[in-house]
């Protein structure tokens, strides 16, 4: 079965870090980007970044996210991190990784999703 599995949320405070698991199982994430979304409470899925484990490098990082996020990945592990840093209180959301269609990121990325990972939230106290 092809999924992936999102982790490492948890209560943070503000201006703390957290780094964000997304294990991929049933294909590897050399051969299909991963891209990383949140939603918060009342508003609609925000596409934060994309990951190419073939390039080994993300792209299209949300102007939300700039300076304050790096992602990378253990190809071993299957697995892609998602590392946040500077956190703040409006960063509360539930967190969930997707696969991507394509091995590279492509501009629109966050319209080229198949499997949805199951969310992990993260909450960033004032």
């Known amino acids: 079965d092809v999924q992936l599995q999102a982790s490492g949320g948890g209560l943070v405070q503000a201006g703390g870090s957290l780094r964000l698991s997304c294990v991929a199982s049933?294909?590897?994430?050399?051969?299909?980007?991963i891209g990383w979304f949140r939603q918060a409470p009342g508003k609609e899925h925000e596409a934060l970044l994309c990951?190419?484990?073939?390039?080994?490098?993300?792209?299209y990082v949300a102007d939300s996210m700039k300076g304050r996020v790096t992602v990378s990945s253990d190809n071993a592990k299957n697995t892609v991190y998602l590392q946040m840093d500077s956190l703040k209180p409006e960063d509360t959301a539930v967190y969930s990784c997707?696969?991507?269609?394509?091995?590279?990121?492509?501009?629109?990325?966050?319209?080229?999703?198949?499997?949805w990972g199951e969310g992990t939230l993260v909450t960033v106290s004032s």
């Open positions: 997707r696969r991507i269609l394509t091995t590279g990121c492509p501009v629109n990325y966050y319209y080229n999703t198949d499997v």
């Open positions: 049933g294909f590897s994430v050399e051969d299909y980007a």
């Open positions: 990951f190419s484990g073939r390039d080994g490098r993300g792209d």
